[in-house]
């Protein structure tokens, strides 16, 4: 593919932060700091493992043998010593680690590091006494509370390999993911709370562990003191229970910075979830160095990824990255719209949050309700925001930016994957932000937009977004299935492919466009479904919208959107023609919709991904394949 986008690159706009970000932030200046990169790589990552502390020093910085990387050589470490002791024993003993806010106002919980040491230590030796020791798996299927990250990192501790499920997931995903892993213990609750809603999470497990012959016990953490679930004596056991007759010291286990750390499925906007592979000693680097880096933490800031620890985002910048820092970090099992839509602006001001990492799909909706809710809140401690999931199209930029930061704030827009482990692309602290732009590949990642043959094409013509080089917290292969894992590196020539299409501009940014599946091929041209996207949430009358591609005799396709309108908008024909229209000044005529639906939802995975091929499928009657991750 080389094909001319109709991208109006070279109009942009950019927003610059206050000198004062770029003066105090950690990376300085981003193309000194990419070019004392590119000078030795090696020697940069070096650098950054340094700031950390392992049981052993590595031999060699990488070993590349193609598609194959090994990370710091030989070295022995453990994540959790590096999350938890290494603050204890260095000043941050007191320090708050995690402030846990569930549903109903006052209810809340926080832990120091010192708690948060104790109860993970008390946890692995829990989990030790019910037959766990390293590289086993452990399945954890719980909502978001203190407990669920004391379960992955007490994990960590004594080197079993955690594959966390999103609670959000029924019976035959869990099971999926169980099975696939032989996972030998389940952690999960008695409920998650969503909406004023209880939801019977165990119950799930006892249907998903039927055919599951590898689960040898499930811990139950039993929220509802009232009337506690019923536990099987030989099979569950009671999550403090079994660390109260734990003992409370825990060394960590030596693991080799090779070892598996987790697995996670994959998202999936397509095709069947994959059990990713991360790796101990890669995968801490990428995320502490990303975590400083990129939202240039510092000690007195109070941290909020809203991501579920079920996903990448979760694990990555809700828990890992963040507690490598000896960050404060805010998590919350409430939902942005329950009980009111001024939940989150509500928690920002009453925690006085200054980091705050979110969804475009959050931040559509809350453009959806109106800026009425934010402002009946004092923002004012926020000092970054940040983005990641989907592309922020620059309307929702410019709403982000202006109603949330009160033009202040940088907005970083983080490019990455659940295989990258780590942030890739985005505009660093300091540097001028491009509205519909992530930005540039950051230091320490060699990123590209090619064509079909790995040559990269020229600005303004769209391609593949590739990786050219190896990093620290890249997958190291899909769990039982390797061949898919060489499938990334072996599509296009010497490259890691991420399946997403995107465009560069003359100035280096990096605008994404899509997955490359997502792209709708109307008479000969490529359009990648998030610029017309993009251009329809332009319109002041769109929350949201989707488009597909639908085969035509004449143009191969046309293009249908599905559009979510703003509270109080009336659909209708002639608001139809507007929008086309609209698109036509945008875009040019070749990205004009020719069908236009006003629908009240869209399919998304549960992650907040649209899901297009649910749509087609939909609109063509097809089967829609694996649907697991759909939102209910
Ligand atoms: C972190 C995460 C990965 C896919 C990725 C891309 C999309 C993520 C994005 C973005 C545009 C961004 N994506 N961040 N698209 N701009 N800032 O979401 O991982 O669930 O594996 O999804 O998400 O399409 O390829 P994962």
Known sequence: MAEKFDVKLEEGKYYLPDASYKERSWIGDYNRAYQEFLADPDGFWDRIARDLEWFQPWDRVKEWNYPYAKWFTN??????????????????R????????????GEEEVYTYRQLLQAVSQFANGLK????????????????????????????????????????????????????????VVVTADFTYRRGKAIPLKNIVGEAVVNAPSVERIVVLRRDQEKPVELHPEMEVDFYELMEESDRECPAEVMDAEDPLFILYTSGTTGFPKGIVHTCGGYMVGTYYTTKYVFDIKDNDVYWCTADPGWITGHSYGVYGPLLNGATCLITEVTPDYPTNGTYWDIIQDYGVTIFYTAPTAIRMFMRVGEEWPNR??????????????????????????VIGKARCPVVDTWWQTETGMHMVTTMIGEPMRPGFAGKPIPGVVADVVDRNGNPVPPGTGGFLVVKEPWPSMMRTVWNDDERYRKYWYTIPGCYTTSDLAVKGTDGYIMILGRSDDLIVVAGHNIGTAEVESALVSHDAVAEAAVIGKPDPLKGNIIKAFVILKNGRVPGDKLKNDLVYHVRMTLGPIAMPSEIEFVDSLPKTRSGKIMRRVLKAQELGMDPGDISTLEE
Not at 94 to 105: Q, S, Y
Not at 153 to 169: M, Y
Not at 379 to 402: K, Q
Request: hydrophobic share 40%.
């Open 75 to 92: 070295a022995k470490l453990n994540i959790t010593h590096n999350c938890l002791d290494r603050h204890v024993n260095n000043q941050r």
């Open 129 to 184: 006494s019910l037959g766990v020791g390293k590289g086993d798996r452990v399945c954890i299927y719980m909502p978001v509370v203190p407990e669920q990250i004391i379960a992955m990192l007490a994990c960590a501790r004594i080197g079993a390999v955690h594959t966390v499920v999103f609670g959000g997931f029924g019976v035959s995903a869990l099971n999926q993911r169980i099975v696939g892993t032989d996972a030998k």
């Open 377 to 402: 809140y004092n923002l004012s401690s926020l000092r970054i925001l940040g983005s990641v999931g989907e592309p922020l199209n620059p309307e929702a930029f410019e709403w982000f930016y202006h």
């Open 94 to 105: 007191n320090k708050v680690a995690i402030m846990w806010r569930g549903e109903t106002e």
